[in-house]
C-alpha cells in the first residue's frame, strides 16, 4: 500500500428518502490498499459501496478521486454485488458475464478486441470456470456463479476493485485460492472488501473500517476485541481454531436492525 490516496470521502451522509444510513463519514482509501469493511446487519456498508460507485447520491459531503497524487474526475473501479442482488434468470452465460466486466473498455459500436478476449480466457481460468463458458447463469452453482461475477469484476483490472460479501457461497476450497488471488491482484491494484466473516477479513486486509451508521477506521488489523466491540456494538469473542484464529459473534442486539 502507498500513502497516495486513491478515493478520499468527506463528511459524507447518505439516506434513502428521509431515513438517514450514514453520517459524518470520512474515509481514505490508498493505491494498494486492502482495506475490509466490516459491521453489524443493516449498518450501510452496502450504502457505502453504492456511494463510492456513484450509484447513491450523498445527502451531504464530498468524494474526490486521485491518480498518482493529482485529482481527476473518476477512477475505473470492478464490482462484485452482493449475491442476492442478482438476477439468477437474466439470460447470459459465464463468458458473456465476464465479457461485460470489458464494456467500458469499448466504444459503442466497436467489436471486442482479440486481445481482451484472450483476457477474458485468462480471467476464466483464474477463478477455476474452464469448461462452464456457455453455461447460463441460471444454470451455476451459487459459488460458480461469484466466481464468474468476480471474473467481471477484476478483468479489466480497475484501480479498485469492490467485492460485497464474495465468500457467501464459494465453497471453502475456492475461499482460500479466492483470498491468494486477491493477495496477488492486490499488488497492482486496491481492494475493498465488505465481510460478515471479521475472522477471514482480519487474516487479510491491510486495513478494517467498522460501518454501523457511523464509519470508525483502524489503519492495520492489530485490533484489539474491545475495539471491535465497541464500534460493532455487540460483544465479540475471541476463539482459536486451528491454524484460523476465528471471531465469534456473542450477540447481535443492535438498536434500531432489521
Ligand atoms: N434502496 C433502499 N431503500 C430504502 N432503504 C434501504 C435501501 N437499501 C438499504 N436500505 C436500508 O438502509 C440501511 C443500511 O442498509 P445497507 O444495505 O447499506 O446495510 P449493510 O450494512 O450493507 O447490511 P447487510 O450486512 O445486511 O448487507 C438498512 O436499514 C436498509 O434497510
Request: proline share 5%.
Amino acid at each position: 500500500m502507498t500513502h497516495e490516496p486513491l478515493i478520499q470521502l468527506t463528511d459524507i451522509s447518505a439516506a434513502y428518502d428521509r431515513k438517514q444510513v450514514l453520517t459524518d463519514v470520512n474515509l481514505t482509501v490508498y493505491e494498494k490498499d486492502f482495506l475490509g469493511v466490516i459491521g453489524p446487519n443493516g449498518g450501510g456498508k452496502t450504502t457505502l459501496m453504492k456511494v463510492i460507485l456513484g450509484l447513491l447520491k450523498p445527502v451531504h459531503g464530498t468524494i474526490r478521486f486521485f491518480r498518482h497524487g493529482k485529482e481527476v474526475p473518476e477512477v475505473s473501479i470492478g464490482y462484485l454485488p452482493q449475491y442476492n442482488h442478482i438476477d439468477k434468470k437474466f439470460p447470459i452465460s459465464v463468458y458473456e458475464v465476464v465479457l461485460s466486466g470489458l464494456n467500458k473498455q469499448k466504444s459503442l459500436f466497436s467489436r471486442f478486441t482479440a486481445e481482451q478476449h484472450r483476457q477474458v480466457e485468462r480471467t476464466i481460468a483464474r477463478m477455476g470456470l474452464e469448461g462452464l463458458e456457455q453455461r447460463a447463469i441460471g444454470q451455476l452453482s451459487g459459488g460458480q456463479l461469484q466466481r464468474a461475477l468476480l471474473g467481471r469484476a477484476i478483468v479489466s483490472c480497475p484501480q479498485l476493485i469492490i467485492l460485497d460479501e464474495p465468500n457467501t457461497y464459494i465453497d471453502k476450497r475456492f475461499e482460500a485460492r479466492l483470498y491468494s488471488l486477491l493477495e496477488d491482484i492486490n499488488r497492482e491494484c486496491a481492494i475493498v472488501l465488505v465481510s460478515h466473516d471479521i475472522g477471514t477479513v482480519l487474516q487479510n486486509v491491510k486495513t478494517i473500517a467498522c460501518v454501523n451508521g457511523t464509519l470508525d477506521y483502524h489503519p492495520d488489523t492489530e485490533i484489539p476485541a474491545e475495539w471491535l466491540e465497541e464500534h460493532f456494538g455487540c460483544p465479540i469473542e475471541l476463539l482459536g481454531h486451528g491454524n484460523l484464529p476465528h471471531r465469534v459473534l456473542k450477540c447481535h442486539n443492535h438498536s434500531g436492525e432489521h
